[in-house]
């Protein structure tokens, strides 16, 4: 898992746009991998993300940020625990979209 936090510098309402500095570690993940998951606070910044990649990757809109945090601990702290591993990403997708909860889908994946 990566996490990249980046500043939003544009200056026009609806825009988005990074310095080179940190611009440049985000394109080399969206180039290298073939799935991504965005997580963004307001429908406007999932817009103007997708005109920042002009379009080229999909967006599926999360509504919070708060699992984020739970799931980065639970990375650190059950490295090695597969059970304790799945049941965080299991909360950590459940948090952060509609339909899939540990009956829906969790119990299948863990």
């Known amino acids: 898992m990566t996490v990249l936090r980046a500043n939003n510098i544009a200056k026009q309402h609806g825009g988005y ?8 570690p985000v394109d080399q993940v969206v180039d290298r991998l073939d799935q991504l ?7 406007d910044l999932v817009a103007a993300l997708r005109g920042f990649w002009m379009r080229k ?10 699992a984020l945090v739970g799931l980065v ?3 650190r ?6 059970e304790g591993l799945a049941q ?7 948090g952060v979209s509609v339909g899939f909860t540990q009956r829906s889908h969790g119990d299948r994946r863990r």
Not at 37 to 43: F, T
Request: hydrophobic share 40%.
């Open 17 to 24: 746009s990074l310095s080179k500095e940190q611009r440049r």
């Open 37 to 43: 998951m965005i997580l963004a606070s307001q429908n």
């Open 57 to 66: 990757i999909p967006i599926w809109e999360g509504h919070t940020r708060d």
């Open 73 to 75: 601990a639970v990375l």
């Open 88 to 94: 965080g990403l299991i909360e950590f997708v459940s």
């Open 77 to 82: 702290d059950k490295h090695g625990d597969a």
